[in-house]
């Protein structure tokens, strides 16, 4: 049997208009009597049906959330971030993974769709012209994190031109002059793009030249990694390799032991995102480790604040994170 405001307010002698305030936060309430309706509540299994209360406050509190089914590894740390603050301001999260096949994906936007949604949160996620047209007609707030779109999607990421220029600038100064780009080879996502022109400039403001067989890798993977070291041969044409991502580190770090190399005293590794896999690696990544559970908080925050236009780009900080795979060199 399904327990109603009815059920509530009769057991705590109140009316059910008062019993929905406290309920609902909202109004003034005398703490000890809000504190008897919330325990009477949870005594008699009530669960507020959110559906309804979006439909008569004409306003949804329910976010969905698109992540990726391929292994991010930073997605878990995003969505800590907003569920905390989406906790705190009384939102909740409707998390939905979204694959690689067109068709399920327009599936599942459009399942997206027909519930009532205050608006749609992308991790990572790059989406076709066809539904970013059609999440743009269903007038529903949209944003990309850890991603940047095109069209006019406000985001939430790293500056990832100039944390290219970080990086280039780290490698420098340990005296590196040949430096690799794995991973970001892609002519999309936007992210990629970015980030390979970041590193071409990173290189001309040190005097360095460009070779563009330095830039190689299309996709995120554990394999990119591993064949690294086999696509360019031994000894390899550069000191330090920029990985695009922690899981394309562990496998250059283990295709490097499969060919008899030494990380760091033949090949300097550093690392683009800093999850948690950087620390279980022997020896421990250097990496350049993004603010991911700050861009879920600041995901929330922002959509609360009105602050997402079109052309909205928030950014957070990098912070370069020594680990154990970068070798100084002296004659450079």
């Known amino acids: 049997m399904t327990v109603t405001l009815k059920d509530i307010a009769k057991k705590a002698n109140l009316s059910p208009a008062s019993v929905s305030r406290i309920l609902n936060n909202r109004g003034r309430f005398n703490d000890d009597t809000a504190k008897q309706v919330r325990t009477i509540a949870q005594s008699l299994g009530y669960f507020k049906n959110q559906s309804a209360a979006d439909l008569s406050q004409k306003q949804s509190r329910v976010i969905g959330v698109l992540i990726p089914t391929a292994h991010t590894n930073f997605a878990d740390e995003i969505i800590k971030g907003m569920q905390n603050e989406a906790y705190e301001n009384g939102y909740e999260l409707l998390i939905t993974f979204f694959g690689n096949d067109h068709q399920q994906q327009m599936q599942t936007v459009k399942a997206l769709l027909s519930r009532q949604l205050l608006a749609i949160f992308m991790l990572a996620v790059d989406i076709t012209l066809p539904i970013h047209q059609l999440i743009k007609t269903s007038n529903i707030q949209v944003l990309s994190i850890s991603n940047q779109l095109n069209d006019g999607v406000p985001s939430i990421s ?15 100064d340990h005296g590196h002059r040949q430096m690799a780009l794995i991973g970001s080879s892609m002519i999309e996502p936007v992210v990629a793009t970015v980030r390979r022109q ?13 070779n563009p067989d330095f830039i190689w890798g299309n996709n995120i993977s554990y394999e990119l990694g591993l064949q690294t070291i086999p696509h360019y041969g031994t000894p390899l044409p550069f000191t330090a390799v920029i990985s695009s991502a922690d899981i394309i580190s562990i496998g250059i770090l283990n295709g490097a032991k499969d060919a008899g190399l030494q990380v760091p005293n033949d090949l300097s590794i550093i690392s683009i995102d800093g999850t948690e896999l950087t620390q279980l690696t022997r020896p421990i990544l250097t990496n350049a480790k993004q603010n991911f559970q700050l861009m879920g908080e600041l995901a929330i925050t922002a959509l609360i604040n009105n602050q997402l236009s079109t052309n909205t780009a928030i950014y957070t900080d990098i912070e370069i994170i020594a680990g154990q795979t970068i070798r100084t060199l002296k004659d450079s």
Do not use: E, P
């Open 198 to 210: 970041g590193f071409i400039d990173a290189l001309a403001k040190h005097n360095i030249k460009y």
């Open 158 to 172: 790293s500056d990832n031109y100039d944390m290219m220029s970080q990086i280039v600038n780290y490698l420098y």
